[in-house]
């Protein structure tokens, strides 16, 4: 059964049912790196969006980073943050593996109800928070949220509703891997690396809250 919650003063639903490490709803979950040490090709590219400029990094496991904010600053942070990571400098591109990130994400800001289901490379989270982020990914659907204690609970951790904050700030998929949906128990937005406003935005957009007139 569907779990009601109240955000922003209306009612939404979050589906408690979930099972981490599987393609749900389309979303093909990557089991992360191979652990055998050669380097990822990774190519990047900058599209605009409804929230502003987004950073987008994939290799050829899937999708690796998104960004919030994509100024000129940030892209470089970006670019040395994921050489560091994965072993290899990324490459500027928006036609070869990011494609279809880009297609899809441009339908998801258009309106397009349903998940950004695309192929995801894990490889930039790993322990509780990794766990948390997949859990997050397969459970919790479009137009839904659910509260940080009870994502906790879903995970085996009824406790880390705190640490469950700190895998939110900590996730490099946003939009994609939605932690946009995960909310305070008492209604409130709770916190996100993009800001409040775009996390508002974004809700906004899957019909969880209401669209500002203005």
Known sequence: MAERRRVGGREAFATPLSVAGRTVGGMDIEAGPTG???A???E???MESAIGPLF???TGRGLVRVEFHADAARREDMLGRLASRLGTA???CA???LAEAICRLDRYFAGEPGDVDLPLDWSLTTGFNRTVLRELASGVPYGTVVGYGELARRVGQPGAAQAVGAAMGSNPLPVVVPCHRVVESDGGLGGFGGGTETKRQLLALEGVLP????
């Open 95 to 97: 036609s070869g593996l």
């Open 36 to 38: 055998d040490g050669r």
């Open 40 to 42: 990822v090709p990774v």
């Open 211 to 214: 669209a500002p007139l203005f």
């Open 56 to 58: 987008l990094a994939a």
């Open 44 to 46: 990047w590219t900058v």
């Open 90 to 92: 990324p490459v500027e």
